[in-house]
């Protein structure tokens, strides 16, 4: 049961992420295709306006895809535009921390106003850069990385029931899921945001983007399948 709460905050975390996608699409005039829960053939969708609504069946993140007719239509679309379309994601998974702590906060305090919309952002803030700190450890230490397996395993260990725990949770999880995707890798939205800036020292940038972003997708899928194997050898053998 508690592996099942972990798959379902995690598949939440992934909603958020790509719901932020869809918000700053919205406010930027880029309009939106197909807004996707999972990669690879649909196994559900709903057209809502101009926008189709899908889940797909490999539930490994997702993806807001705009509803332009080329490449190259994208590309004409302003910098400043693009560049908040790809902040929007990792925007709201910093968001949502600081909604989740005022919830931890009335449980543990009660109803104060500094716990409910202060202390929120501070806590957040810590947080945040914590994981920031800890990044030098994916290069020193990539043993202890854990990808799915070793999240939902972990985290059904930690949480046991525990409502408080779960909050914290997703907590951590939504904001590792922020600073993820803010590495300047291509495939992540930090690394789009990179290709985005050099493309304003460069016009010829955008050409590359697509072989580019293939190379990073490649990169991150070799280290999702690195650490799975970690993970497997960890609690499985």
Same mark, same amino acid.
């Given at each position: 049961?508690?592996?099942?709460?972990? !798959?379902?905050?995690?598949?939440?975390?992934?909603?958020?992420?790509?719901?932020?996608?869809?918000?700053?699409?919205?406010?930027?005039?880029?309009?939106?295709?197909?807004?996707? !829960?999972?990669?690879?053939?649909?196994?559900?969708?709903?057209?809502?306006?101009?926008?189709?609504?899908?889940?797909?069946?490999?539930?490994?993140?997702?993806?807001?895809? @705009?509803?332009?007719?080329?490449?190259?239509?994208?590309?004409?679309?302003?910098?400043?535009?693009?560049? !908040?379309?790809?902040?929007?994601? @990792?925007?709201?998974?910093?968001?949502? @921390?600081?909604?989740?702590?005022?919830?931890?906060?009335?449980?543990?305090?009660?109803?104060?106003?500094?716990?409910?919309? !202060?202390?929120?952002?501070?806590?957040?803030?810590?947080?945040?850069?914590?994981?920031?700190?800890?990044?030098?450890?994916?290069?020193?230490?990539?043993?202890?990385?854990?990808?799915?397996?070793?999240?939902?395993?972990?985290?059904?260990?930690?949480?046991?029931?525990?409502?408080?725990?779960?909050?914290?949770?997703?907590?951590?999880?939504?904001?590792?899921?922020?600073?993820?995707?803010?590495?300047?890798?291509?495939?992540?939205?930090?690394?789009?945001?990179?290709?985005?800036?050099?493309?304003?020292?460069?016009?010829?940038? @955008?050409?590359?983007?697509?072989?580019?972003?293939?190379?990073?997708?490649?990169?991150?899928?070799?280290?999702?399948?690195?650490?799975?194997?970690?993970?497997?050898?960890?609690?499985?053998?």
């Amino acid at each position: 049961m508690h592996y099942l709460i972990i !798959i379902f905050i995690i598949g939440i975390l992934i909603l958020v992420h790509e719901i932020g996608h869809l918000i700053a699409g919205r406010i930027m005039k880029i309009p939106i295709a197909v807004f996707s !829960i999972g990669f690879g053939p649909k196994l559900m969708s709903r057209k809502i306006g101009e926008t189709e609504f899908r889940i797909s069946w490999i539930p490994l993140g997702g993806y807001v895809l @705009p509803a332009l007719a080329s490449e190259t239509e994208y590309f004409k679309i302003p910098i400043r535009r693009r560049m !908040i379309f790809a902040l929007g994601g @990792p925007l709201a998974n910093l968001i949502l @921390p600081v909604l989740l702590f005022s919830v931890v906060n009335f449980i543990q305090e009660g109803m104060t106003l500094a716990g409910l919309f !202060i202390h929120p952002w501070s806590q957040t803030i810590l947080q945040f850069n914590h994981i920031i700190m800890s990044l030098p450890l994916l290069f020193t230490h990539p043993g202890q990385l854990s990808g799915i397996v070793g999240i939902v395993s972990q985290g059904a260990d930690f949480i046991a029931a525990d409502m408080g725990k779960a909050l914290w949770f997703t907590i951590i999880i939504s904001l590792n899921l922020a600073v993820l995707n803010l590495l300047p890798i291509p495939g992540l939205d930090g690394g789009k945001i990179m290709l985005y800036l050099l493309e304003k020292i460069h016009p010829s940038v @955008p050409r590359w983007q697509i072989p580019v972003t293939l190379a990073g997708l490649l990169l991150l899928f070799g280290i999702i399948i690195y650490v799975t194997v970690l993970d497997i050898q960890k609690y499985f053998t």
